[in-house]
């Protein structure tokens, strides 16, 4: 299994920013993916939610109307658009599905970085 993030960077508050992960080694359209965020020092957060044919989303309240999540099964890949984005926002971003064997063994991506200066 491979998850592989981008898009990430720098961004001054207000701007956005669209996340992109591109996925292999299962079959994506079979999967709920979700996006994850790490601050420094704490644990993976869940951000955002998909189902696996992209008819159903959730959010963490924190980002409710400013990001949406979707995903192409033909590319498999999920991507997170981001706008509106605030400082609190900072941090790195991850996929993986919650529902996942390989991610109960904590296994993930490289992760890609999103910072928003004020």
């Known amino acids: 299994v491979q998850l592989v993030e981008s898009g990430g960077g720098l961004v001054q508050s207000g701007g956005s920013l669209r996340l992109s992960c591109a996925v292999s080694g299962f079959t994506f359209s079979t999967y709920v993916m979700s996006w994850f965020r790490q601050y420094p020092g704490k644990e993976r957060e869940l951000v955002a939610t998909i189902t696996p044919s992209g008819g159903g989303t959730h959010y963490t309240d924190s980002v409710k109307g400013r990001f949406t999540i979707s995903r192409d099964n033909a590319k498999d890949t999920v991507y997170l658009q981001m706008n509106s984005l605030k400082p609190e926002d900072t941090a790195v971003y991850y996929c993986?599905?919650?529902?996942?064997?390989?991610?109960?063994?904590?296994?993930w991506g490289q992760g890609t970085q999103v910072t928003v200066s004020s």
């Open positions: 993986n599905s919650p529902v996942a064997t390989w991610f109960r063994q904590n296994h």
